[in-house]
């Protein structure tokens, strides 16, 4: 097959082989699998000034990981040496900054770069990134690493929130030469963040008003310090990885049943069992909460994976302070002195801490029209919004020859992060070193691949559809985007997807060779 068009005489050489765009666990993955792979010549691109992703970014009180250590690490890193079961945030950083010194990245990466828009060069077949200093990378294979939480949401969507003359907080840009010992605060939003802020600031703050639209499942948290003994047993080679993959069998059970189970099966068994969890954390509450008011603003009336929920044994006990208040009445704006609630009360505050979220991946939103450009002038930000989310093993879009992204629509399989990112990160390394093996400039996925994965993935989304659009519809969550799809998660079990990932077949991609003077050559999957 030809192409009409020819090249030019003089064909354009990239500066790397592979780029990454984000250092965060799904980069590190990235890296170590280039590396492995027998990759060198690439580039990883962060806008922070260290390694981490969110645990670089993130530094607020409390700060921590919210599923046991030994399911946040990768299989090629496991640590034996975690301080607590669920380690404190800056510990998790270190974990990732030791990943990258032991495998070499730090060679690779390029610190202090934002790239704001994303181009491929149909003359020359590979990557423009475009960075906020005006300086453009080009890469021949593009990795997009920037994680599930895009950028934190700058406006909280509430009116007036420039106008507060005291002291701003976000979680992700904590100031923590501020000192908020004996000041009133309030906190906006009581989702996972929030709940870890709220039981460390609590004790030392004069008053702390929380201010919630929805309120979050909090479950207890059973975490200690590491005992020298648990150290020591974690060290025993092979015994972590048998008890993690233990765990993601569970959950690839439960996932794969509730995709294969029929419709009229799914929706009396998850209506009884969201009605059951209800009304027994409702029961909990009412033993961990002294005043029952604060108990009724505190109980969830939906399931308790509708929105993401939390753990903790400090959140639910810290509404027993006399400093502390929980208001439900909605904000009808932010004031130069505080926050003012609809019922015309003013709430003064010396500090506001607005833990309003983040753009997530799931939400077309997020993907800016003008900043993702394909061939052919294919705009990712439009293609999403008028088609909704979709990509081939939640990874490759056709229209954006040599890109994946590691946290895609459809993705998310209930397991940690770090074996999640490591099979999305398989698969685009996988794809890379075939077309580097078949002398390809050109790799894409195949229209009707990517098509016919897409429809099965809608098929099989039924039962998930069901619980957020339907039994759940009533509660806000980033589980359910804003066009109504659940394209969070992924309707597989983790194997299944891991398989998908690692073996999917290489013709679904077609691989394209550049020939100087002459026309284009299709290698092979036409």
């Not at 609590?202 to 207890?220: D, H, I, K, M, N």
């Amino acid at each position: 097959m030809n192409f009409s068009t020819p090249l030019p005489d003089e064909v354009s050489t990239p500066d790397h082989q592979v780029a990454v765009i984000g250092a965060g666990p799904g980069g590190l993955a990235a890296g170590v699998k280039l590396k492995q792979a027998g990759v060198r010549d690439f580039v990883l691109i962060e806008r922070a000034d260290e390694v981490g992703g969110s645990w670089q970014e993130n530094t607020y009180p409390g700060l921590g990981v919210d599923i046991p250590a030994i399911a946040y690490q990768y299989s090629f890193a496991r640590n034996a040496d975690w301080s607590r079961v669920f380690p404190y945030g800056a510990e998790v950083k270190r974990y990732h900054m030791d990943v990258a010194r032991k495998f070499g990245l730090y060679p690779h990466l390029r610190f202090n770069t934002n790239v704001l828009r994303e181009e491929w060069d149909d003359t020359n077949d590979y990557w423009k990134l475009h960075t906020a200093d005006g300086t453009i990378i080009t890469a021949r294979f593009l990795i997009s690493a920037v994680g599930a939480f895009v950028r934190p949401k700058e406006d909280p969507g509430i009116a007036g929130w420039k106008s507060f003359k005291g002291k701003i907080q976000r979680p992700s840009n904590w100031d923590h030469d501020y000192d908020h010992t004996g000041k009133k605060v309030g906190i906006i939003g009581t989702g996972a963040s929030a709940v870890q802020i709220i039981p460390s600031i609590a004790p030392e703050v004069a008053e702390l008003g929380v201010f919630q639209r929805t309120p979050v499942w909090s479950l207890p948290k059973p975490d200690f310090a590491m005992p020298p003994t648990g150290k020591r047993i974690l060290g025993v080679p092979g015994l972590q990885a048998v008890v993690h993959g233990g765990v993601l069998v569970v959950a690839d059970l439960v996932l794969r049943a509730a995709v294969a189970a029929p419709m009229r099966v799914v929706r009396p068994t998850v209506t009884a069992f969201d009605r059951w969890t209800i009304a027994a954390y409702r029961r909990y509450l009412n033993r961990i909460i002294d005043d029952p008011a604060t108990q009724e603003q505190l109980a969830p009336n939906f399931g308790v994976v509708a929105k993401r929920p939390t753990m903790s044994n400090g959140y639910l006990k810290a509404f027993n302070r006399d400093n502390v208040t929980l208001t439900t009445e909605p904000i009808e704006k932010i004031t130069a002195r505080g926050i003012k609630t609809r019922d015309g009360v003013e709430h003064k505050f010396d500090m506001i801490v607005l833990a309003t979220g983040y753009e997530v991946f799931s939400d077309p939103e997020t993907y800016r029209p003008g900043t993702i450009l394909g061939r052919n002038g294919f705009d990712l930000g439009k293609f999403y919004t008028e088609n909704g989310m979709q990509a081939y093993q939640s990874v490759s879009v056709p229209g954006l020859p040599n890109r994946w992204t590691l946290v895609g629509p459809y993705s998310w399989t209930g397991s940690g992060w770090h074996a999640f990112v490591e099979m999305t990160a398989d698969h685009a390394v996988r794809a890379i070193k075939e077309g580097l093996r078949r002398n390809a400039v050109v790799v894409e996925v195949r229209q009707d691949a990517h098509d016919a994965y897409h429809a099965r993935t809608l098929q099989r989304a039924a039962a998930v559809r069901f619980y957020f659009n339907e039994l759940n519809a009533h509660v806000p969550t980033y589980y359910r985007n804003s066009q109504g799809d659940s394209t969070y998660l992924r309707p597989s079990g983790f194997f299944e997807a891991r398989r998908g990932n690692r073996k999917f077949p290489l013709d679904d991609y077609r691989y394209e060779k550049q020939q100087v003077s002459a026309d284009r050559e299709l290698v092979s999957g036409a």
